[in-house]
């Protein structure tokens, strides 16, 4: 009988206790685009639902041109939550808005599937990518934007630390609440 391993993971996966997030290249994103998720999936060790790339089409589209203008933002872009149990079911999406900024600021966007919700997932997937981009001098703050409404962000932000800076109007979200926290250093504490 033939044992079945996921692949092992590349340096471009960020782990977790119960979570990986693998890089998704902007040829990864292309091929999610073009149908191949089967094929993605195996690249990446996981099974990779038709609601997820429905839901996703988007978010890989816009990150596909991000990289292709800038390959450099690469790394800071598209993660899928992948729970490392079963069949490796991804459970959502995590990413940076883009590289850091002129002032060392990056923005954190996440988002799970309805069922996965509840099981403390995000608020692993974000720590664990604000550990992996801590190691990187050029960051110095976190920024969360989350819509009034949404009780689980907030409450995750919240429980993270981070703090209300402000407020903005985004054309496709419409009201945000705007959140910081400064990026911790090995030698800050």
Do not use: C
Request: charged fraction near 25%; avoid cysteine; aromatic fraction near 6%.
């Amino acid at each position: 009988m033939e044992v079945r391993y996921p692949p092992p993971m590349s340096l471009d996966t960020i782990s977790s206790e119960r979570l990986d997030l693998p890089l998704l290249s902007a040829g990864l994103m292309e091929a999610l685009l073009d149908g191949k998720a089967g094929e993605v999936g195996r690249a990446i060790g996981a099974t990779i639902s038709p609601s997820w790339l429905k839901d996703n089409a988007w978010l890989l589209a816009r990150r596909a041109r991000q990289v292709r203008v800038n390959p450099a933002s690469e790394p800071w872009l598209l993660r899928p939550i992948v729970v490392r149990r079963g069949a490796r079911p991804v459970a959502g999406t995590i990413n940076f808005h883009g590289a850091p900024d002129e002032r060392g600021m990056v923005e954190v966007g996440y988002v799970l599937l309805p069922r996965f919700r509840g099981r403390g997932y995000a608020i692993e997937a974000v720590r664990a990518l604000l550990a992996w981009a801590e190691r990187d001098p050029q960051v110095t703050v976190f920024r969360a934007s989350v819509s009034p409404n949404n009780e689980r962000s907030l409450h995750l932000v919240g429980k993270l630390g981070f703090e209300r800076v402000g407020e903005q109007m985004d054309p496709e979200d419409g009201l945000e609440l705007v959140f910081e926290l400064p990026a911790k250093r090995s030698s800050d504490s």
